[in-house]
């Protein structure tokens, strides 16, 4: 299957501050990419679709301000969580479609604990 | 909106013996995606049904979609502890910001497989 890498893996950061995570398609052109916030024990929640080269459609009750999301080119998308505070710790996870197919793969994901 | 609800929630089996998955839907399915997750990591894509009836196989693992395509199974035969996971029920619905579907996924059943 198609490979789709996250970084970074883990991230630890002070409240207030702003972290970056990347979401990349490794073989693939991603005409699509979706970001999801998972709690522990928790399935997976949608958070936004982002298409190449316009904006990300937000799921309702997901800030866009706090949570900007740029898909700039085909095989990267970035997840931008500004001003962080502790209860944005989660594991957040992207996946990537593409072309005719419409299964998604999924990336490693990325923990975020926010001290 | 769409729900999936799986069942049950968690399964502890021991090394050798089947084991049955399920996941309803709230609605017809356009798609069902059976994923596997490890703890703290990301998805990894089983299989995919899209037709009333289908049932598809890899390697020792089974998913089918009732005819009405409101349900689906996973099946494990002879259970292995390299099956240990938690695997979820994705169901994808039109999304109206770009070629991709979008996924809302069941809460996940953790399956523990005891050597």
């Known amino acids: 299957g198609a490979v789709v890498s996250q970084h970074p893996s883990r991230v630890i950061c002070k409240s207030g501050t702003s972290v970056k995570i990347e979401c990349r398609s490794l073989?693939?052109?991603?005409?699509?990419m979706f970001w999801y916030r998972q709690f522990p024990k928790k399935s997976l929640m949608l958070m936004a679709t982002?298409?190449?080269?316009?904006?990300?459609?937000?799921e309702q009750g997901v800030e866009k301000d706090k949570f900007l999301i740029n898909h700039a080119s085909l095989t990267l998308s970035t997840l931008t969580v500004t001003s962080a505070h502790p209860e944005d710790s989660s594991f957040y996870i992207c996946?990537?479609?593409?072309?005719?197919?419409?299964?998604?793969?999924f990336g490693p994901g990325t923990r975020l604990t926010v001290l | 909106s769409q729900e999936l609800e799986q069942s049950p929630q968690s399964l502890i089996v021991q090394e050798g013996k089947n084991l049955t998955i399920n996941c309803t839907s709230s609605?017809?399915?356009?798609?069902l995606y059976w994923y596997k997750q490890k703890y703290g990591e990301g998805l990894i894509f089983l299989m995919m049904?899209?037709?009333?009836?289908e049932e598809k196989s890899h390697e020792k693992i089974t998913a089918k979609l009732d005819e009405k395509k409101q349900q689906s199974s996973l099946h494990i035969t002879a259970s292995q502890p390299s099956h240990a996971g938690i695997y979820l029920c994705?169901?994808?619905?039109?999304?109206?910001?770009?070629?991709?579907?979008?996924?809302?996924f069941g809460k996940g059943t953790l399956l523990t497989v005891n050597p």
């Open positions: 996946s990537a479609g593409g072309g005719n197919s419409v299964t998604q793969y």
């Open positions: 073989d693939f052109q991603a005409t699509t």
């Open positions: 982002s298409n190449e080269g316009s904006k990300a459609t937000y």
């Open positions: 609605k017809t399915l356009y798609g």
């Open positions: 049904l899209q037709k009333g009836g």
């Open positions: 994705g169901a994808d619905s039109p999304n109206s910001g770009g070629s991709n579907y979008k996924l809302t």
